[in-house]
């Protein structure tokens, strides 16, 4: 049986043609036995089955299961034998004859249903240190791949890498079969990311146009259709990275332990300060806003956007523009009003936890229902998100506004929308509603070849 780890980059499909599929040879001598790792030999009226599939897929002969791919040969009886593995996009199977004394090698290309691509992962930290995390697709982890070519199943799977100390990363990805993936990817201490594919969005409310000029919403008494008071914009949005949950308490905390976000004297001289401190899940006139007991994995709130900008750029990432939010809030699709969908009506509420802010904040990823379809945490309900506010054609910048910060997404149970708001300057403002996550540019589209 061919042993990828020891030939990095040997394309499986060039393995394949010279194995010339489901073949029997004499038998070189004795195997460690699948089920224990002894050495077995095969008596004299036995054979051997070698498995060619990706490594990590169960695999059950006859019914039995006989451990995870790769295995040494298996000691099975000569004659037929219905072989099956089993993984993260389902189970294939095969029929297999073996004769008294041979070894037959079965390739992933006669399982019915078992498609198979090839990934490799390259991590490293923003000081560019190498990084070896454990690699998952899905729940199923996906042994060698970090550093080398590995066989996968083909289909869509998630992504998912983990490393002490760091934050991990997520990305959806559709496999096809016969293809080469390599991911590039930074892990930086803090939150998880997930990588959010670029596309064309339409900001703004779903459904059909109603935007009206003239029209006031403090005087509508009556119901209306849509959201006349906002406008819609045609954008393309790149691909980026995004948290996947707010910045706690305590990873804001540890900005301040590290010394590199220390007030700043002018910017903290002119921030208005919120008056409902009992709210904040920080100590906010204390020197290195350490966290309120209870309250470490909260969201950091009753931060201004200075001082959220301050924190993205320790971690090597930035505040996320306005585009990118509403775009990943809405879980790519310009005809969701919510993470979730929702319809076409102002009466929508796209929180559904029915958190109040007479709770106060409350732990990261507490309401999973909410959650975008890409993984995204707390996009709706919570805190209101600091964001930069993007220069989109035909939209009016914000005024008096340094930073270009402001807020976006309903908070503690609020009615608004993911495409509401983003029209008051924050970055001087500390607010009990406003929390924030940080973003980071993807320098190149990933490479597939």
């Known amino acids: 049986m061919l042993d990828f780890k020891r030939r990095p980059g040997t394309s499986l499909f060039l393995a394949l043609l010279t194995l010339g599929g489901c073949g029997q040879r004499p038998d070189p001598g004795s195997s460690g036995d699948a089920k224990s790792g002894a050495a077995a030999q095969p008596g004299p009226a036995e054979a051997r089955l070698a498995l060619d599939v990706p490594p990590g897929l169960a695999v059950t002969v006859d019914g039995q299961p006989r451990g995870n791919a790769p295995l040494e040969p298996l000691v099975v009886a000569p004659g037929k034998h219905a072989v099956e593995v089993d993984g993260p996009c389902g189970k294939a199977s095969a029929s297999v004859e073996v004769a008294a004394g041979a070894l037959t090698t079965v390739s992933a290309q006669e399982f019915a249903g ?105 005087e509508a008494y009556e119901d209306f259709e849509g959201w006349p008071h906002i406008k819609t914009y045609e954008v393309d949005v790149p691909t980026f990275d995004l948290d996947r949950t707010e910045v706690t308490a305590e990873q804001f905390h540890a900005c301040y332990e590290a010394g590199f976000c220390v007030d700043d004297p002018v ?33 950091a709130n009753c931060v201004a956007g200075w001082e959220a900008k301050k924190y993205c750029e320790w971690v090597g990432k930035r505040l996320p523009l306005d585009v990118e939010w509403e775009f990943a809030a809405r879980s790519r699709n310009s005809e969701y009003a919510c993470s979730w969908g929702g319809g076409y009506s102002p009466k929508v509420k796209c929180d559904r936890s029915g958190f109040t802010i007479e709770q106060g904040t409350r732990e990261s990823c507490s309401f999973p229902k909410d959650n975008t379809e890409q993984g995204l945490c707390d996009m709706i309900g919570g805190v209101s998100e600091l964001v930069t506010r993007a220069a989109v054609p035909g939209r009016a910048a914000l005024s008096d506004c340094d930073f270009n910060t402001t807020g976006r997404g309903p908070a503690w149970g609020g009615s608004s929308a993911p495409f509401e708001g983003g029209e008051q300057c924050l970055d001087m403002h500390q607010s009990v509603y406003s929390g924030f996550r940080c973003a980071r540019d993807v320098s190149a589209a990933p490479s597939q070849r």
Request: glycine letters at 10%.
């Open 267 to 299: 910017l903290a001289g002119g921030t208005r300060i919120t008056d409902d401190r009992q709210a904040c899940s920080i100590e906010v006139f204390q020197e290195k806003k350490a966290p309120k007991a209870g309250r470490e994995k909260h969201p």
């Open 114 to 218: 078992l498609k198979v691509a090839q990934l490799s992962v390259v991590a490293r930290t923003s000081a560019q240190k190498p990084v070896n995390p454990a690699v998952f697709l899905g729940d199923w982890a996906v042994p060698g791949a970090a550093g080398q070519p590995t066989a996968i199943p083909a289909c869509k799977l998630r992504l998912r890498l983990t490393a002490d100390g760091l934050g991990g990363f997520m990305e959806d990805i559709e496999f096809e079969a016969g293809k080469s993936y390599v991911r590039e990817v930074v892990l930086a201490p803090g939150s998880d990311m997930i990588r959010i594919a670029g596309g064309h969005f339409r900001m703004g409310p779903p459904g059909p146009p109603h935007y009206d000029p003239k029209f006031d919403i403090h």
